[in-house]
């Protein structure tokens, strides 16, 4: 059975971009945008090698254009902070290989306070 658990304050998660809490057996992390303000919770543990993963950054996905060069696209990721694995943020996915996915959970914020259904 799944139910909503109270993770931390909304100014708590402004302030430092990211709440990371213990549910069920499980490390979940709640991450903020900083380019559109959206929230997305995920485990906080990279399948590539157990990173911690929202500890890394949220990021335009690059696109490979000529050699040597590069744009960004629209696409925000969720970049893993040891090797840049990127997954995203909204489904867990992982942009470059299908056989690795980080599970997501959903958010909302409720009185002031950051919420993730788990």
């Not at 590069?70 to 696409?75: K, W």
Request: net charge neutral; hydrophobic share 35%.
């Amino acid at each position: 059975m799944t139910r909503w658990h109270d993770l931390a304050s909304l100014a708590q998660l402004e302030m430092d971009g990211r709440v990371v809490a213990h549910l069920d057996g499980r490390e979940i992390g709640v991450v903020r945008d900083p380019a559109s303000g959206e929230l997305w919770a995920l485990r906080n543990r990279c399948p590539h090698h157990g990173a911690p993963l929202c500890l890394g950054s949220i990021k335009a996905r690059g696109a490979g254009g000529l050699p040597g060069s590069y744009e960004l696209g629209e696409r925000r990721v969720m970049r893993c902070p040891w090797h840049g694995w990127e997954f995203d943020p909204q489904d867990g996915r992982c942009l470059d290989d299908p056989s690795m996915r980080v599970a997501t959970y959903p958010v909302r914020v409720r009185d002031g306070r950051v919420e993730v259904e788990a």
